[in-house]
């Protein structure tokens, strides 16, 4: 049985994928920012074990982590969490930006970093969910796609840092998803939502769960996924 460590479960992209890996049998941690969304995502994803650690105070996560029961090993670990405010660079204030870099980019790096002797244990898996935003910058999406570029960055250091030990690093690109993300994100624009227009959370899932069970004489590196329409 595979172990996994997984952020962003408690909905779209992350949640699916928890439950697809319960459903085949493996044990699966969720990271949730509190104790009530610890809760209430165990409680939707029945099985799953929850532990806590604020991604939006990634300073925070060593001594949070040090305080909980945590896996010895680890198969795979999936930064699936994220968050965007749109805006042109002449309007985004500093603490936009801040909030921005530190979950989509300084907690990866941080959880990473607290992980990776439970990682090399295993030879374990790291996929990190980027965006198609981290391959192009848009106009109004500056910070988010800053985040999204340095998170490519990180990856491709990581994966050449822990070849050496076994560990596989896989960036993921996913166009723009039905998730509760970009129903916000279609709010900022002021534009219409319409779901069957987008990637299915189920679809990036299945993407990563190919990375993840590919075996052990392949490695992706990075994957493009885009809405076939």
């Known amino acids: 049985m595979a172990t996994h460590l997984v952020t962003g479960a408690g909905s779209g992209i992350g949640a699916v994928l928890v439950r697809r890996l319960l459903e085949r049998g493996d044990h699966v941690v969720v990271l949730a920012r509190d104790a009530g969304r610890a809760r209430q995502i165990s409680d939707e994803l029945p099985g799953a074990t929850a532990i806590v650690g604020d991604l939006a105070q990634p300073g925070r996560l060593s001594w ?4 909980q029961s945590l896996p010895d090993r680890l198969d795979g670990l999936v930064h ?7 805006g042109a660079v002449g309007e985004l204030t500093p603490a936009l930006w801040e909030q921005q870099l530190a979950v989509n980019l300084v907690a990866p790096a941080e959880l990473t970093r607290l992980l990776l002797p439970v990682l090399r244990v295993s030879r374990g898996h790291v996929v990190f969910v980027n965006s198609g935003a981290g391959l192009r910058a848009n106009p109004e999406w500056s910070a988010y796609a800053a985040s999204k570029h340095g998170l490519r960055a990180l990856a491709d250091a990581l994966r050449a840092e822990e070849a050496e030990h076994g560990v596989r690093v896989t960036s993921i690109y996913p166009g723009r998803t039905a998730t509760p993300m970009q129903e916000r994100v279609h709010r900022q624009e002021g534009a219409e939502y319409d779901a069957s227009r987008f990637i299915t959370p189920d679809a990036v899932a299945t993407t990563i769960l190919t990375a993840l069970d590919l075996p052990r004489d392949a490695h992706l590196t990075d994957l493009t996924v885009r809405p076939a329409g």
């Open 80 to 86: 699936a969490a994220g968050v965007v405010d749109l």
């Open 64 to 67: 949070a982590l040090s305080k």
